[in-house]
Structure formats: structure tokens, C-alpha cells
């Protein structure tokens, strides 16, 4: 299964992908993580640092691909999810949909786009080009993150849009939205309503995930240290067995809401090939006016 993560520029597509891929792991399914925004830190949080892009690599192998090996360019991360930085192109210069194809492109020769249960793009904000739809060409479902805002919700109508273009000829459906950062929700269902389509999850705004990225790491390592921490103070044994099962740790609840995107996403949903609305529709409908 291969999944594309859209939305608004720091709208908590990274953190939202990196916690999906944990759960989905937890799940006992084989995950690669790749990172496509130019700002390649979305596997930051699983792996600890800002691992070099696919693009470095290349250039300093003069585009050479039989001079790369897995382990140039794919990174072991939290809990076992692999991770890869696709990078950018040249700021003011290139395609980040050339980057995205030459990744593709490069793991299939290494023989690991294929090894996977779940791919998981971490993609980009707006869609406002072709080269920003490309890694659609490779999903079979689309995620948009959004807020309860009108921005957020402007860039999701016109992912949703590329999803419409993209789903003519290639098996793609959009499996829904989630909401993150908001305890409101009334613009997102208002906006559901009009352009029918899933709401996956929908998260509020929540300090441990603001400190789980200043740590660098994701909510599930968080938890699994609190559980131990708080098993030894407990006088008894911390061990991996106890990741999120303990009652203690504030982070277990908010592990819960990725476990329950990644069992959605299992099913294999139908999802929904989505019709997006005009842009005069939506300003009148997130508008109060
Ligand atoms: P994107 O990948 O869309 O640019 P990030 O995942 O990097 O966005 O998130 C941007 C910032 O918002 C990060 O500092 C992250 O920790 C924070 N964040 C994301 N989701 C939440 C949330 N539900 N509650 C609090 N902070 C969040
Ligand atoms: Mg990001």
C-alpha cells in the first residue's frame, strides 16, 4: 500500500507521517517513510537527525546509480520504520517532481520499492504544479492534513482536486482528512458536507506533541521512555513489552489516535474520488459573510 500525505505548510504532515508509520509498523507491517518536501526533516523525528537526501547522494556519486547501495540512502528509525530523504531541487531552480521520480526511480534499482507493505509519502503543502501531484502517481490513497481554518482547508480543496485529475488514470482514491491542531471542527464538517469525503481522525492541539518535535522524537518513543521511567519507579522491570500498553503516560492516549488511523488505513477503505468546489463556493462557505 502506498500512501501520500498532503497539506498546508506546517499544518503537522511530518509529525502526523511519522506516528502513522510507527502504528502501522506496530501493526507488523514492513514501512518506508519518504520524505518529499525540500525541507527533508520528515523523518527527523524517527531517526534522530536530518539524514542526507537522495539527492546529495546522487550528485556526489555523479549520478551513477550503480554506485549507490541501500544503505546510502535508506536509514533504520524508531521501532523499525525505514526512512528516506528525497530532498529538493535547487532552490529557485528544477522540479521537486523530477526529485520524487528520480527517488522512485532509485529505490526500484536498489530493488526496495517493491519490499514494502506500506510507502509512505510525506509530501507537500499547496498543490500549485504538476511537479507537486507527483508522487500521486505512485500512491494508491492521498491523506490531506488540515486545521479547522480557512487556509487549510483552501489548500485541501485543491489537493483534493489533483486527486479528481490523477484518480482518471491512475488507481487513486482519497481516504480522508485529518484534522490536527484543532479542538474545533464545525469549517472541516462544514467542508466534508459540501465535498464529501472521510474524516480519519481529528486531533487537538497537544503540548507533548509540541515537545515530542523539540525532542526529536515521535509520540510512541516518548511514551515507550515514560512507561519504563515510570516502571522502574514502580520497582518493576521496564522493557519494550510495556510500549504503550501502560496506564500511566499521558502519550498513550495520543498514540491511540495514530493506531486508529493505520487500522483505518488496513481495511483498505474505499476512500473517494473527490469533487472539489469552486473557489467562489468555498470562500462563501468558510466565509461568515
Ligand atoms: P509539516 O510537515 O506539515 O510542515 P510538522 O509536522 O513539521 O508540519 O509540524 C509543524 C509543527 O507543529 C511541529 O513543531 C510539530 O511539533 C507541531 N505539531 C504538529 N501537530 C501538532 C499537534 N497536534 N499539537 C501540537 N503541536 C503539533
Ligand atoms: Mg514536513
Excluded at 502513522?20 to 507488523?28: C, D, N, Q, T, Y
Excluded at 523530477?98 to 526500484?108: D, R
Excluded at 509512505?120 to 504544479?129: A, E, I, N, Q, S
Aim: with cysteine.
Amino acid at each position: 500500500m502506498k500512501l501520500a500525505v498532503y497539506g498546508k505548510g506546517g499544518i503537522g504532515k511530518s509529525t502526523t507521517s511519522c506516528n502513522i508509520s510507527i502504528a502501522l509498523r506496530k501493526r507488523g507491517k514492513k514501512v518506508l517513510q519518504i520524505g518529499c518536501d525540500p525541507k527533508h526533516d520528515s523523518t527527523f523525528t524517527l531517526t534522530g537527525f536530518l539524514i542526507p537526501t537522495i539527492i546529495d547522494t546522487l550528485s556526489s556519486k555523479d549520478y551513477h546509480y550503480e554506485d549507490i547501495w541501500p544503505e546510502d540512502v535508506i536509514y533504520g528509525g524508531y521501532g523499525g520504520v525505514d526512512c528516506v530523504e528525497a530532498g529538493g531541487p535547487p532552490a529557485g531552480a528544477g522540479c521537486g517532481g523530477y526529485v520524487v521520480g528520480e527517488t522512485v526511480k532509485l529505490l526500484k534499482e536498489l530493488n526496495a520499492f517493491f519490499e514494502y507493505d506500506v510507502i509512505l509519502f510525506d509530501v507537500l503543502g499547496d498543490v500549485v504544479c504538476g511537479g507537486f501531484a507527483a508522487p500521486l502517481n505512485y500512491a494508491d490513497y492521498c491523506i490531506i492534513v488540515t486545521d479547522n481554518g480557512f487556509d487549510a482547508l483552501f489548500a485541501a480543496n485543491r489537493i483534493a482536486a489533483s486527486v479528481r485529475e490523477k484518480a482518471r488514470t491512475h488507481p487513486l482514491r482519497l481516504a480522508g482528512l485529518i484534522g490536527n491542531r484543532t479542538s474545533k471542527r464545525d469549517l472541516i464538517d462544514k467542508y466534508v458536507e459540501a465535498c464529501p469525503m472521510p474524516v480519519l481522525e481529528v486531533l487537538p492541539l497537544i503540548e507533548e506533541i509540541r515537545i515530542s518535535r523539540v525532542k526529536g522524537k515521535t509520540l510512541f518513543e516518548m511514551s515507550n521512555k515514560n512507561n519504563m521511567t515510570s516502571a522502574h519507579m514502580d520497582g518493576s522491570k521496564g522493557d519494550n513489552s510495556t510500549v504503550g500498553v501502560s496506564e500511566t503516560p499521558s502519550e498513550d492516549y495520543i498514540c491511540n489516535f495514530y493506531l486508529n488511523i493505520a487500522d483505518q488505513l488496513l481495511t483498505e477503505p474505499e476512500g473517494v474520488i473527490p469533487r472539489e468546489l469552486a473557489d467562489k463556493e468555498l470562500f462563501t462557505l468558510l466565509s461568515d459573510f
